[in-house]
């Protein structure tokens, strides 16, 4: 394999352990926060968080040429990516509308929404059923 390619792959490694250690602890501590509550609130504090440090930092990067390869790949893939995959959903879904691509920012909105309800529950089922 290439060196780059092998680069590549550990900034987006070390980027998702650092991002899944801190979705674990971020949603942990909000879950032993609001212990009474019976809604996923640890989960969408990471989700939130998450697409504001991705739209945020994005727009540094673009606005003011920050962040070379090695970083992008870090931040954005890695340590957002395993922190939560919702960020990345989210502005992706956000740039299609910014492109004026509406119909595709709709589609992968409402696609991914109901076919990832409906694939959590079809593996769910299939499990149950084996």
Same mark, same amino acid.
Request: a positive charge; one cysteine or more.
């Given at each position: 394999?290439?060196?780059?390619?092998?680069?590549? #792959? @550990?900034?987006? =490694? *070390?980027? /998702?352990?650092?991002?899944?250690?801190?979705? $674990?602890?971020? !949603?942990?501590?909000?879950?032993?926060?609001?212990?009474?509550?019976?809604?996923?609130?640890?989960?969408?504090?990471?989700?939130?968080?998450?697409? #504001? @440090?991705?739209? =945020? *930092?994005? /727009?540094?990067?673009?606005?003011?040429?920050? $962040?070379?390869? !090695?970083?992008?790949?870090?931040?954005?893939?890695?340590?957002?990516?395993?922190?939560?995959?919702?960020?990345?959903?989210?502005?992706?879904?956000?740039? @299609?509308?910014?492109?004026?691509?509406?119909?595709?920012?709709?589609?992968?909105?409402?696609?991914?929404?109901?076919?990832?309800?409906?694939?959590?529950?079809?593996?769910?089922?299939?499990?149950?059923?084996?």
């Amino acid at each position: 394999m290439r060196a780059h390619v092998l680069q590549s #792959l @550990l900034w987006v =490694g *070390l980027g /998702g352990a650092v991002g899944a250690v801190l979705r $674990f602890v971020v !949603g942990g501590w909000v879950h032993r926060s609001l212990s009474a509550a019976t809604f996923p609130w640890g989960t969408v504090v990471v989700n939130l968080t998450g697409c #504001l @440090l991705l739209g =945020g *930092l994005n /727009g540094l990067a673009d606005s003011r040429g920050l $962040f070379g390869p !090695g970083a992008r790949l870090f931040l954005f893939i890695g340590l957002l990516g395993g922190f939560t995959t919702f960020s990345t959903y989210a502005f992706e879904s956000m740039a @299609l509308a910014r492109d004026a691509e509406l119909a595709r920012a709709f589609a992968n909105v409402a696609g991914q929404v109901v076919f990832g309800l409906a694939a959590a529950w079809l593996g769910y089922v299939v499990a149950r059923a084996i």
